[in-house]
C-alpha cells in the first residue's frame, strides 16, 4: 500500500493533457492477423522521401532485433527471439507466428559488422558474443561492455576496437522473466553523467490476466546504479516500453510504448511520451489516462485517477519498437532533433496497421507537429495482410547515417541523404 500511495502522491502534481478520442472497448471487433511475410524480391527495398538513399547494409542475419553503435563506429546487432516453448504455450497463434517468420530459434548472440572505410559496406562481420539469453538492449560504458538479456544485465570488460569478446560476463542485475514472459525484450540507456541505467521491462501477459503476482517488476522503467545495486521502479504502468532515447537539449527520457490488444480494432493506441519520474501510465487498470480497462477490475483507490495521459499516440496495434533522435548533420534541418519511430506492424487487426518508420518533429524537447511517414513500402497488401518485411531496431550512426533492422528477412538497411540540402 506505501508504493501505491507514493504512486498516488507523485503523479497528483503533474499536469495532464486529455488525449485523442477514443472508441469505447470492443466497438468493433478483434482479429487475429499475423502478417504473411514474402520478403524483398527483384532488389525491392523500402522507401524514404526524395532525396533519400536506401541501401543493403547487411543481410543473412538471425533475427536481428537491436542495434548498438560503437565509438569507433562498429555497429552490433542483437540477434535474438521469442522462445519455441512460448509458442507453443499459447496455441492457435503458433500458426500465425510461422506464417509472420516468427518461430526460428533464438541466435541469442550479438554480431559485429565493421565499415572501416566507411563506403557504406562493412568488410568485417564476426560473432561478437555468444551464449547468450535473448539479448537485446547494448551499452558500452568506459572499459564495460553491457547486455541486457531478458533475464538479467551482463558486464563484460571490452578492449577498444576488439571484433570479439571471449571473457565470461558477470551478471550484475536480475531481470524477471519466469514462464509468463509474453514481453522478454529489455533494453537500457545511461543518463549522460553514466551514473544511472534504465532499463525498459515489459509485462509478462496482455493485461495481466495471469495475475498480478506475476507482473512483478514488469511494466515500468527500472533505473539502477552501474554495478546494479539501487535498483528502484523509476516509472511504471507502462505496458510495454521498448525504444528509449534523451530528447536532445533536455533531460527527458522519452519512450516507445506497445499497448494492450483484444478490445477492437482501434484500441489501444501505442505511443511515444516523454517519462516522467514516479508516474503511473495505467497499466493494467487503465489505458492512455483515465479510461479504465474492462477486463481488469479491482483496481486500487484512486489509481486510475492518478494514470498520467501519455505525450503522443501512434496508432494502435502498431508494436511501436525503436526509438531514435535525429542528432546527425546529414539528414535536411526539418529532421534535426526529431524522433523516428519504428512500428514492427500488427498481428492482430484488419486491414493491417504500422510496419513502417515514423518521423515526429521536435522543438524545445516536445512534439511540434502530426507525424509523418519516413520510410514505408513494407506492406505489400493490407487487407490480406502480406508485407515484404519488419522494421525494428533503429540507431543514426556518427555518420549522419541512419541503420534499420528488419527482423523477418534478416536484414539492416542503411538511409542516407543524397540530395543537396534545401
Not at 54 to 59: D, I
Not at 302 to 321: C, K, Q, R, Y
Not at 374 to 400: A, M
Amino acid at each position: 500500500m506505501r508504493i501505491i500511495f507514493l504512486l498516488l502522491f507523485a503523479t497528483s502534481a503533474f499536469a495532464q493533457h486529455k488525449g485523442p478520442e477514443l472508441p469505447p472497448p470492443h466497438a468493433t471487433k478483434s482479429y487475429m492477423k499475423y502478417s504473411n511475410v514474402k520478403g524483398w524480391e527483384n532488389n525491392e527495398k523500402p522507401l524514404a522521401p526524395e532525396g533519400f538513399m536506401v541501401n543493403l547494409y547487411a543481410e543473412g542475419l538471425q533475427n536481428p532485433r537491436w542495434l548498438y553503435e560503437l565509438p569507433n563506429g562498429d555497429l552490433l546487432v542483437a540477434e535474438s527471439n521469442s522462445h519455441y516453448k512460448f509458442f507453443k504455450k499459447i496455441g492457435a497463434a503458433i500458426v500465425g507466428a510461422t506464417r509472420s517468420n516468427s518461430m526460428k530459434k533464438s541466435a541469442d548472440r550479438i554480431t559485429l559488422l565493421r565499415d572501416a572505410d566507411h563506403d557504406g559496406i562493412p568488410e568485417t562481420k564476426t560473432v561478437f558474443l555468444k551464449d547468450l539469453h535473448q539479448p537485446f538492449g547494448m551499452l558500452l560504458v568506459g572499459d564495460q561492455f553491457y547486455v541486457a538479456n531478458t533475464d538479467g544485465l551482463l558486464r563484460f570488460p571490452y578492449t577498444k576496437d576488439a571484433t570479439s569478446i571471449t571473457t565470461a560476463g558477470e551478471k550484475v542485475a536480475t531481470f524477471p522473466a519466469g514462464k509468463v514472459n509474453q514481453h522478454w525484450t529489455r533494453n537500457i540507456i545511461a543518463n549522460k553523467d553514466k551514473t544511472k541505467f534504465y532499463v525498459a521491462v515489459g509485462c509478462g501477459t496482455d493485461h495481466g490476466e495471469k495475475g498480478m503476482d506475476k507482473e512483478a517488476l514488469r511494466a515500468n522503467i527500472l533505473e539502477m546504479n552501474p554495478d546494479g545495486s539501487g535498483m528502484r521502479v523509476y516509472a511504471s504502468g507502462l505496458r510495454n516500453p521498448v525504444g528509449m532515447d534523451w530528447a536532445p537539449g533536455t533531460n527527458t527520457l522519452w519512450v516507445a510504448v506497445n499497448e494492450r490488444d483484444k478490445l477492437g480494432n482501434d484500441l489501444v493506441p501505442d505511443y511515444l511520451t516523454g517519462v516522467k519520474e514516479g508516474a503511473f501510465y495505467g497499466w493494467p487498470y487503465s489505458y492512455f489516462g483515465q479510461h479504465p480497462d474492462p477486463r481488469v477490475p479491482n483496481a486500487p483507490a484512486g489509481l486510475i485517477e492518478s494514470a498520467v495521459v501519455p505525450d503522443f499516440p501512434l496508432n494502435a496495434h502498431t508494436a511501436s519498437l525503436g526509438l531514435a533522435f535525429y542528432t546527425g548533420n546529414d539528414f535536411p534541418e526539418k529532421y534535426k532533433n526529431g524522433a523516428f519511430v519504428t512500428q514492427h506492424g500488427s498481428w492482430n487487426r484488419k486491414p493491417v496497421s504500422g510496419y513502417k518508420v515514423l518521423f515526429i518533429p521536435f522543438k524545445h524537447g516536445k512534439p511540434a507537429g502530426p507525424q509523418e511517414d519516413f520510410l514505408t513500402g513494407f506492406v505489400k497488401d493490407s487487407v490480406k495482410g502480406v508485407v515484404r518485411g519488419r522494421p525494428v531496431g533503429i540507431t543514426v550512426s556518427q555518420t549522419g547515417a541512419m541503420f534499420i533492422t528488419d527482423d523477418r528477412t534478416n536484414r539492416i538497411w542503411r538511409i542516407s541523404y543524397a540530395a543537396p540540402k534545401p
